[in-house]
């Protein structure tokens, strides 16, 4: 009888116990980094990839943190007799261990794509059934980090379909970042702590400052999904509200400058999808702005809250180490708009983008003017 009460408190205790994240410890900030598929989609290659490790150096993003050079789909044609999974001889005609030297040889790691379904989204071999053969060969090559798909998945099981990967890159023997795109159709904000590092919470994001697709989401429809998760964020365990359209066409310049300070809010992975062997200045400033990604990788680890919600108009807040905080006014309209926030009388704040400091105000509130889909993004200091 005793035992059989003492089960039942045991039982009852770990019902109420908290979930408990991932410690492999990898991702304490949110990753940086790189992915081909929002500006090239299945037009990669070896050729791409090391252009892009040499100008992630050369721009300065290395220098502004920066690590991952990532190929997304597309990189797989087919299973060797034996079952292994065999890259496009020509694509890449130099082997996937020597890309990863190559990528490594810069100071940079290196990112892979694969799917927890029988395929690909773009219909090439899934892990399914090979999770383990594959990640011993992901090990083997040196990658650093894993994105893992949710196509072509029929009846599995989402939350064991991702664990099995989980289990399989711990043991590979190799610190691999697990990147989970499931897309948020599970919720996985909810159990996704205990087995992937960061996991998606939208559909994919396009260059849309306001649209949704069948599949696609714009950077204010994503927003809007990903504001209330901010509770499920901290170090190790991240939302993903998809990687970065800052430099594609479909965005103006300050729809991009919005959209990246919006992510660093959100403690988001800030993961670059243009071509960064040709942005023009003006982009690679968005991209390299270290005051703002300072924010985005504080180590606090709190993702940032919509604060105040007038409509237009917004000011959102995120808690920093050392008792600060950063705010963002965004300005959703299509005029210019006055947005004040009240930050204290014996503060100053440092606007991120102007990298000037501003202040102390007379009544305890910072005012600004915003532009259209524009935002102001400052950070709290002491007098």
Not at 204 to 210: A, H, K, V, Y
Not at 236 to 245: I, R, S
Not at 331 to 354: A, C, M, Q
Request: charged share 25%; aromatic share 10%; glycine share 8%.
């Amino acid at each position: 009888m005793k035992k059989s009460i003492l089960l039942l408190v045991v039982i009852f205790f770990f019902a109420l116990a908290p979930m408990r994240a991932l410690d492999n410890g990898l991702a304490k900030t949110p990753p940086m980094g790189w992915n081909s598929w929002n500006k090239f989609g299945c037009n990669v290659s070896e050729k791409l990839i090391r252009g892009m490790a040499d100008a992630m150096v050369s721009s300065g993003m290395k220098d502004a943190g920066y690590q991952y050079i990532v190929i997304d789909d597309c990189w797989q044609v087919r299973r060797d007799a034996n079952g292994n999974i065999v890259p496009d001889p020509e694509r890449f005609p130099s082997g996937m261990k020597a890309l990863a030297d190559y990528v490594h040889s810069k100071g940079l790691k290196f990112g892979f794509y694969s799917d927890a379904g029988t395929g690909t989204c773009q219909d090439r071999p899934g892990s399914r059934g090979h999770e383990f053969q594959d990640a011993r060969q992901y090990a083997a090559w040196g990658v650093d980090y894993l994105k893992y798909d949710w196509c072509n998945h029929s009846t599995q099981n989402v939350q064991a379909s991702y664990a099995i990967m989980r289990d399989a890159l711990k043991a590979s023997g190799r610190p691999i970042v697990f990147s989970m795109c499931e897309w948020g159709v599970d919720d996985p904000w909810k159990w996704a702590a205990d087995i992937g590092n960061l996991w998606r919470t939208t559909g994919d994001i396009t260059d849309c400052w306001n649209c949704t697709g069948v599949y696609t989401r714009g950077v204010m429809q994503i927003v809007d999904q990903e504001a209330d998760l901010w509770s499920f964020a901290g170090p190790g365990h991240w939302n993903d509200p998809d990687m970065l359209e800052v430099g594609n066409p479909g965005l103006s310049l300050e729809e991009s400058r919005s959209h990246f300070s919006l992510w660093a809010m959100l403690a988001a992975p800030l993961i670059a999808g243009n071509d960064l062997r040709s942005m023009p200045a003006d982009i690679r400033e968005i991209l390299t702005n270290k005051e703002v990604i300072a924010v985005d990788q504080d180590a606090l680890g709190h993702q940032g809250q919509r604060y105040r919600d007038y409509g237009d108009t917004e000011v959102w807040r995120k808690e920093l180490t050392g008792k600060t905080e950063a705010y963002l006014l965004l300005n959703r309209s299509e005029s210019p708009k006055e947005i004040s926030v009240y930050v204290g009388k014996d503060k100053r704040v440092r606007d991120l983008w102007k990298h000037e400091d501003l202040g102390p105000f007379d009544d305890g509130f910072f005012r600004a003017r915003v532009a259209p889909h524009g935002v102001v993004m400052v950070k709290v200091l002491s007098r």
